[in-house]
């Protein structure tokens, strides 16, 4: 099977202040070299169409190297499932940092889905995945609304888009989307928590609509699950036409953060007290999900290795 492996030093530009690799640049380059990946299946330009996960393991520090590698699962009519996963090189040896799941679809000109040139295949695992990413797809595109209002802590993160965010075909390029996320959705954890915070996952992600060249993008971002050290920052991304005024949905999705103290050990932080429906109903969807998503973690650190 095909594979694509792309190599990165952490050099002090890409760290945080606490000397961390920033979590957003770190999603940002399992993004682009599965990215890479589809562009060698696809010939051609591709779209980030979904996440099923990502998780960061083990931070990278400055003089690492990582090492990353990306590989196909399956395929469809247009769209490719990729696992993607980051290997910590320290002296000789290699620790499993990262890994992920995504799923890109090859477009046109016109960023419609084309048939993919080459054929990977698929099972029935990888069906079910699809199923379900189809099903929560569908749930998100029903709830348009603003997140923040009915929310305890939010705050909202405003920009342009400009070329520099941009890929080939006019559209941001979708690991610089995650690098924005994670830097918004941080800010409200580091807000609450009042001190510093490590990106430990993002969660699952439908992209509805492509953000493009010249949109405002907003952010929306608010708490919706606090436990003894980790909090969970829920948002929601909209692309804003600034002529027409129209704001468009593009995805939904949540990060989990750990606050840290000055030593970078987890910290106690304070919990919250859902105060209206909304925000009880995304309190206890958070809490089944976060009891998954810890299930699936754990069983992803016994399987997977860099050998």
Not at 23 to 43: F, H
Not at 225 to 250: M, P
């Amino acid at each position: 099977m095909m594979k694509l492996e792309t190599y990165y030093n952490v050099y002090p530009w890409h760290a945080n202040h606490f000397g961390s690799l920033h979590g957003g640049i770190y999603m940002n380059w399992l993004i682009d070299t599965a990215g890479m990946l589809m562009s060698g299946i696809s010939r051609g330009n591709y779209l980030l169409a979904s996440v099923d996960y990502i998780y960061l393991f083990k931070p990278g520090k400055v003089g690492d190297v990582i090492r990353i590698i990306a590989e196909p699962l399956a395929s469809w009519e247009s769209s490719v499932e990729i696992k993607v996963k980051a290997c910590i090189k320290r002296d000789n040896k290699e620790e499993l940092g990262a890994l992920g799941l995504t799923t890109y679809v090859a477009v046109d000109e016109n960023n419609r889905p084309r048939p993919l040139p080459i054929k990977i295949g698929t099972n029935e695992e990888a069906n079910k995945r699809k199923e379900k990413r189809l099903e929560r797809k569908k749930k998100d595109a029903e709830d348009i609304e603003d997140l923040l209002p009915g929310m305890s802590f939010g705050r909202s993160y405003i920009r342009t888009i400009y070329p520099e965010h941009g890929f080939m075909n006019g559209i941001l390029y979708a690991g610089k989307m995650y690098t924005m996320l994670d830097e918004a959705l941080a800010i409200v954890a580091k807000l609450y928590s009042k001190g510093n915070v490590f990106t430990a996952s993002a969660g699952y992600a439908n992209f509805l609509t492509p953000v493009r060249i010249g949109d405002i993008l907003e952010i929306q971002g608010a708490i919706e699950y606090t436990g003894n050290t980790s909090l969970d920052v829920g948002a929601k991304v909209f692309a804003i036409n600034h002529y027409t005024g129209e704001k468009r949905l593009v995805t939904r999705t949540v990060f989990s953060f750990v606050a840290i103290d000055e030593n970078g050990k987890p910290k106690p932080i304070n919990k919250i007290t859902p105060a209206t429906e909304k925000e009880k109903r995304i309190f206890d969807e958070r809490l089944k999900e976060r009891e998954e998503r810890i299930k699936l973690s754990k069983n992803i650190q016994e399987s997977e290795s860099c050998g």
